[in-house]
């Protein structure tokens, strides 16, 4: 199966944290976190929709400046979440620049901004070009059960974790996992392209049998004929979709394991700082972050298939592989690490 969601570490364990989710058969994609981002391209950036903050460190928030500069001009909406104060935080990125000649820039580039309280209070602004992104209220709200984007191919829930500042960390799922047999494809006479997209929104979004999906090899494909969605249902196979957490910058306190084991309970995939080496574990303490051996035993406890560490403290250059097999061996709990609380 071939999952709909690609992650990247931009920055790969050591650098600013960012990671890049690509969606599969679709010119978009989502980023957690926006540190030095200097690594993506201009093509990647402009695809990007939605992108989630952690908190406004300098390293989890330093590729801003980056993303504003390659869109500016660009008819486009990004989505920013982030912690409670992230409305106020953008609004003073963007006022360090000047917005004299935004009349004539070709596009209106717009920021949708929601700030994210303790309580999953929000509040969302707007921020558009050609009003040199002067604040627009959009209105105050609640997160329902933890989930900040509902799309119809994917959801983002959040929980507001310490890192003696409130710190999000967020999952993303599939509502489910639509796979396409391309020998079924073949007997039907049906071109692989990007109206399997199509096809996957009608079945995820339950569109009856008699819906009309438009069948093309190509966008510029002047062969393009309609046929109902009950007779190319046979074409795909519907699993439980994925599953990615993403958590870092947290302090190893118990309400935050118990707040991240439940946002990221069987995950497919796990993205989890391990900023400090197991035997640093009062460093890590003092500044708020976890140890490799937490992160391995709070993936554990949430059940997930697979974890991925990264945010690993520079005081550990070259020694990626020694960190790694302690988180490895906190998650399989292997002899020599700690039972978990």
């Known amino acids: 199966m071939r999952p709909l969601l690609h992650p990247t570490l931009i920055n790969g364990r050591t650098g600013d944290p960012a990671l890049y989710i690509e969606t599969l058969f679709e010119q978009r994609a989502i980023l957690f976190d926006i540190g030095d981002i200097s690594l993506l391209s201009p093509r990647k950036i402009r695809r ?8 406004a460190h300098i390293d989890h928030f330093f590729g801003f400046d980056r993303m504003l500069r390659v869109l500016v001009g660009r008819e486009k909406q990004i989505h920013l979440y982030g912690p409670e104060g992230f409305v106020d935080q953008v609004h003073h990125k963007l006022g360090a620049y000047r917005w ?28 558009r070009l050609k009003t040199a992104f002067a604040a627009e209220a959009m209105g105050a709200g609640r997160i329902d059960r933890g ?7 994917f959801r983002v829930s959040t929980a507001v974790l310490d890192h ?4 999000l960390g967020f999952a993303i799922e599939e509502p489910s996992h639509l796979n396409v047999w391309k020998t079924r494809l073949a007997i039907l006479g049906l071109p692989v392209g990007p109206w399997l997209s199509d096809l996957k929104r009608a079945v995820i979004e339950n ?31 519907v699993t439980p979709g994925q599953k990615i957490g993403y958590v870092t910058d947290v302090a190893d306190t118990a309400d935050n394991r118990k707040a991240i084991v439940e946002l990221v309970k069987g995950a497919d995939l796990l993205f989890i700082e391990s900023a400090f080496a197991k035997a640093d ?32 403290s520079p005081r550990y250059a070259g020694e990626d592989e020694r960190m790694e097999n302690e988180v490895m061996a906190a998650f399989a709990g292997r002899p020599g690490t700690k039972k978990d609380p």
């Open 48 to 55: 990007l929709e939605h992108v989630f903050v952690s908190h």
């Open 100 to 127: 004299n000649l935004v009349d004539r820039e070709p596009g209106d580039l717009s920021f949708v901004v929601t700030e994210i309280a303790p309580s999953l209070a929000t509040q969302t602004v707007r921020f």
């Open 164 to 167: 003696r500042t409130p710190c």
């Open 207 to 237: 569109r009856p049998d008699d819906f009309r999906v438009r069948i093309r090899a190509s966008t510029m494909s002047s062969d393009q004929h309609d046929m109902p969605l009950g007779k190319l249902r046979e074409v795909l196979t």
């Open 147 to 153: 989930i900040v984007v509902e799309d119809p191919t």
């Open 281 to 312: 574990v009062a460093l890590a303490t003092e500044r708020a972050h976890l140890t490799t051996e937490a992160a391995g035993q709070i993936a554990r406890q949430a059940g997930v298939r697979r974890v991925e560490p990264f945010h690993f």
